[in-house]
């Protein structure tokens, strides 16, 4: 049952949860209907999404994530995430180089082998065989010195 299809139909009330990890296999999942799903949960200290399905674009808007965090969720210290994308331009990279996503220490990363962007170090391979390439500043925002 996919129940970001009728979303829009169901009265949320406030949930207390402070921390919430989700594996998301939907296709025809939308930022809209994820934003619907997740305004309850105005008390999240910890977020871990992981989307293991291609979505749109607009889940990789950097603003438009900042500003549904810092509208619904003013407590939130941790955001991990782990979106499939076939392909990322760096000019989405480049969004998350804002101050509100350096200064909460959110880095995030595009891995092209994988077809996955990614927070570091949470999702991060720990493979050694990944250790040996290099990774380019232009597909993370994480500070030169610590990659």
Do not use: C, G, M
Not at 34 to 58: A, H, M
Not at 82 to 101: H, M, Q
């Amino acid at each position: 049952v996919n129940i970001f299809a009728y979303i829009h139909q169901i009265q949320i009330t406030p949930v207390d949860l402070v921390s919430l990890s989700l594996t998301i296999n939907a296709p025809e999942l939308t930022n809209n209907h994820f934003e619907l799903f997740l305004t309850p949960f105005k008390r999240l200290q910890q977020l871990e999404l992981i989307i293991e399905t291609y979505v749109d674009y607009e889940f990789f808007n950097a603003n438009q994530w900042e500003k549904f965090i810092v509208e619904h969720f003013p407590k939130l210290t941790t955001f991990n995430f782990k979106f499939s994308a076939s392909f990322i331009e760096r000019e989405i990279i480049d969004r998350f180089r804002s101050p509100f996503w350096l200064n909460k220490h959110w880095f995030v990363a595009f891995d092209p082998h994988s077809q996955t962007l990614f927070t570091v170090p949470h999702f991060a391979s720990t493979k050694t065989s990944s250790s040996i390439t290099s990774v380019s500043s232009d597909w993370t925002t994480l500070p030169l010195e610590q990659h």
